[in-house]
């Protein structure tokens, strides 16, 4: 147990939402907020709190568009998010495997 | 964090990875637009050319695709405003690759002749097994597969039948092997949406 630093684990993904957000856009292309709200199973709100934290850190990226003059946001997932996600499930591994 | 939470963690990033690959669209209703409409052709086509009134009508054939493609793209637009993975993306471009094929051989290959009139339909019976086989693998249906094989020994048939006799065993298998698979995947997908498990 001591052995096991602690301070490796990304700040941004200590939160199991935000870490349930990047592993749901890790295998779409890009997603609507309807869809992360199903994946995710959180409020309007929770979720738009985190997607902005994703958002600063980089690992998520929005794009807004109207279709069929209907406003639409869409979320991606970055190349650092992505980074950071893989990274995250090696460090559980390793506390798993410890 | 302990390994306790780990596990959970890890449990999660999985479920919600699978979750998320698993999201689809409902192609049930294209599938089964797409087969009425054409049986509608087939059997139109069929009647004209019994009744002696023509030998193949190309104008209930231009609708009908006109129709068909008409429905597609407008739901196709519709569909831009939703959450895309891969999945979704190699089932739509399949489609309309399938559709793009067909529609070019049915028309520009019988009116320039160099395919018979009758031979249409043994021919797009191949592409249509085609798209069926390879949603089969995509959405892990393993029924689709069958569907797809129905289409390409539907297609050996009509082969062998030759002749315009080929379109109402082509109508018939347009109702069996399209519309009825596509209604069940509308089926499944509205089951899909209203599982606990999904939610």
Redesign the interface.
Known sequence: MTDFD?KQ?DDTLQS?IR??IT??????????FN?LK????TTDGNLSTHLRKLEDAGYVSMKKKF??R?P?TKYKITEKGRRA?TEH?NI??K??K? | ?D?QR??E??A??KR??E???E?TFNIGKNITVWGVLISIAIFASYAAIVTGLSRMDVWIWVVMIGAGWTYSIVTG??R???????GI?IISTLWTSCGIAMTILGFAGTTSGAIADWAVAPVLSTIIGVGFAVTSMIQKLRWVMSVAIAWWLGSLVMFLVKGYETLPIFGVMMILFMVVPGIAFHRQWKNKQISPE??
Do not use: G
């Open positions: 602690y684990f199991r870490v349930a592993a749901a856009l890790v295998s779409v292309v890009e997603a609507d869809f199903d994946m995710v199973k279709v069929n209907k639409q996600l499930i559980l591994e506390l798993i410890k | 964090m390994q780990a596990i963690e890890i999660l990033i919600v990875i979750e998320s690959r999201f637009i519709r831009r405003s939703e959450t895309e993975n891969f993306r999904t939610k």
